[in-house]
Every structure is written in C-alpha cells, then in structure tokens.
C-alpha cells in the first residue's frame, strides 16, 4: 500500500520560506513515477504546484515558478518542496501525491499539512 | 493556461436522485480528463481517468462523459456517502488545472 507523509512547520513568517517533505512508504520514488504537490486555500480549490520526476526533472506551475523548487532525494525515498518570500495567500494545505495513476492522474495523496503564512 | 469552469458550484440532492455535474474546458482537451471526490477534512480520491473510465473500487453509480470541451460526472443514484465537494482535471498540457468544485450536499 502507498503511502505519503507530509511534514514540515505549519508556521511561517511572511516573506520567509515555506519548506515541505514528502515521506513515500510503500513504493520507490525510482520506480519512474511523477511526484508532485497541490494546494488548497481554506475553503478553496486545489491548484496544481508542479511535479518531479525521479531522475530530477522537474516542471512547475508558471504562476510559482519563480519561487518553488522541488527536489527528489532517492537514498531517503522522499521528495521536498521550497516556496520563498511568502505571503498570506500561500496559507493553505499542501498535498503531495503520486502521479501514477490512470490518465496520468495523481492516485495517491498525503494527508495534507495545513501551512499558516503569519507573523 | 487551459481554465475548467464546473457547475453548478453546490447542489443539494435527496437520497436515490441522479446528481449531473458539468466541467466546460476552455479549449479543446480531448478526453485527457480526471474526477476526483474530496471528503470534508480529507484529500481529494481520483475516482474517473480519460474521461469515462472508472478506477478501480469506483462504485457504479459513477459515471463520466464528454469529449472535446463538455464533460459530465453523473451520480445515477445519489447515497449518503458521496456527501463530498468534485474537481475535474485536465492533464492535455502543462499547467495542469482543475476545476473549482462542486459541492454536493444531501438534503
């Protein structure tokens, strides 16, 4: 059974940087597999952050990419998400997930981590 | 960047009522379409790919259609646990996006 772990401060100060990782159980992330992150504002929907895939090549949504960075660290089957110079409208829970499904869906998630952008 | 635009936004429904939500693609995606449910407090399941098909353990009621820019899910007998809010999204192209979500509420 996949699994996905989120973790990471569920506090950040504006302008600071976000850091998550992505604990994968259950798979190898070098399988081959696309490896991605969404959010979902409170009482919002979700958007699409970007996605990694396990030899490092990466792809992000154009509204964030100048401030993300996702990167892949095989030896600890996990991958991890950097979001610089936050703001409040980066308040939000970030779900990472597998993109391995059908249709190149993502068919398992994490949790979610519940990231609070506040002085 | 392609926009999905999903009605209604919330709907209330009885028990045993067929349930049709709408995602209108604002270009052509051909079937590179996905349905997921999200439950209150949960992450999203992916539950149709390509448009119509149905994963695996996706109870029948469930259904997906369209091609092209108009796509349906349709819930053919509403039941007390598919209380959750729907995405659809396309995969035709980077950025992926999804739809904003339809709320589905059991009178």
């Known amino acids: 059974q996949v699994q996905l772990q989120e973790s990471g401060p569920g506090l950040v100060k504006p302008s600071e940087t976000l850091s998550l990782t992505c604990a994968v159980s259950g798979d190898s992330i070098n399988r081959g597999y696309f490896w991605g992150w969404i959010r979902q504002p409170p009482g919002q929907g979700l958007e699409w952050i970007g996605n990694i895939y396990h030899k490092g090549s990466t792809y992000y949504n154009p509204s964030l990419k100048s401030r993300v960075t996702i990167s892949v660290d095989t030896s600890k089957n996990d991958f991890s998400l950097r979001l610089t110079s936050v703001t409040a409208a980066d308040t939000a829970v970030y779900f990472c997930a597998r993109r391995g499904g059908s249709g190149s869906s993502f068919d398992y998630w994490g949790q979610g981590a519940l990231v609070i952008v506040s002085s | 960047d392609i926009q999905l635009t999903q009605s209604p936004s919330s709907l209330s429904a009885s028990v045993g009522d067929r349930v049709t939500i709408t995602c209108q693609a604002s270009q052509d995606i051909s079937n590179f379409l996905n349905w997921y449910q999200q439950k209150p407090g949960k992450a999203p399941k992916f539950m149709i790919y390509?448009?119509?098909n149905l994963e695996t353990g996706v109870p029948s009621r469930f259904s997906g259609s369209g091609s092209g820019t108009n796509f349906t899910l349709t819930i053919s007998s509403l039941q007390p646990e598919d209380l959750a809010t729907y995405y659809c999204?396309?995969?035709?192209?980077?950025?992926?996006?999804f739809g904003g979500g339809t709320k589905v509420e059991i009178k």
């Open positions: 999204q396309h995969y035709a192209n980077l950025p992926l996006t």
């Open positions: 390509d448009a119509s």
